[in-house]
T-cell receptor, first 113, second 111 residues
Framework: EAQVTQNPRYLITVTGKKLTVTCSQN?????MSWYRQDPGLGLRQIYY???????DKGDVPEGYKVSRKEKRNFPLILESPSPNQTSLYFCASSLWVGNQPQHFGDGTRLSIL | GENVEQHPSTLSVQEGDSAVIKCTYS??????FPWYKQELGKRPQLIID?????GEKKDQRIAVTLNKTAKHFSLHITETQPEDSAVYFC??????????FGAGTRLTVKP
């Protein structure tokens, strides 16, 4: 089944404790992206990747890092999480560049205390 | 950069009525306009999209219209059903690897 898989689905952690949210897709998509969803703000892009070893900042990249060592994986790293990063995070992928239908993962709800 | 505004933020209709959600965008280079439906606790899922070389697209009860001159596009849902209740997001992309989303519209269809 074609899908985007995120882990974990839920995480409660404390300020400053490094965490990684994994994202994997099995559709051989070139383009992958991370979004955060906050009430009243819609989906805001954090980082995106056009291909292996190619990543770029989206609208809200501060406090986040990403890597794309393999086509299928695009982890989101919070080196020193803070409470303002408490949010619902979605990974998405599309066949190639951003103006294609995006397939979303099931989301990761992060709470930073 | 691109800015997408979406209205209304909430919309309540009676079952069987039509619902219309409107979005405006700022970047005239935008050429791809998808609509996503997000049910409570679920991921956003594409329901319809339109490209800038087309003015209207229909898929059963759902249609999208695009006015490039005015830089706005709209989602139309006819004969609404309770299962249409969800949050709907519009988005715009210029192909420069960006995708900007509107803030969302919470649609409630009352039986």
């Amino acid at each position: 089944e074609a899908q985007v898989t995120q882990n974990p689905r839920y995480l409660i952690t404390v300020t400053g404790k490094k965490l990684t949210v994994t994202c994997s897709q099995n559709m051989n998509h070139e383009y992958m992206s991370w979004y955060r969803q906050d009430p009243g703000l819609g989906l805001r892009q954090i980082y995106y990747s056009m291909n292996v070893e190619v990543t770029d900042k989206g609208d809200v990249p501060e406090g986040y890092k990403v890597s794309r060592k393999e086509k299928r994986n695009f982890p989101l790293i919070l080196e020193s999480p803070s409470p303002n990063q408490t949010s619902l995070y979605f990974c998405a992928s599309s066949l190639w560049v951003g103006n294609q239908p995006q397939h979303f993962g099931d989301g990761t709800r992060l709470s930073i205390l | 950069g691109e800015n997408v505004e979406q209205h209304p933020s909430t919309l309540s209709v009676q079952e069987g009525d039509s619902a219309v959600i409107k979005c405006t965008y700022s970047d005239s280079a935008s050429n791809y306009f998808p609509w996503y439906k997000q049910e409570l606790g679920k991921r956003p899922q594409l329901i319809i999209d339109i490209r800038s070389n087309v003015g209207e697209k229909k898929d059963q009860r759902i249609a999208v219209t695009l006015n490039k001159t005015a830089k706005h596009f709209s989602l139309h849902i006819t004969e609404t059903q309770p299962e249409d209740s969800a949050v709907y997001f519009c988005a715009a992309s210029s192909g420069n690897n960006d995708m900007r989303f509107g803030a969302g519209t919470r649609l409630t269809v009352k039986p």
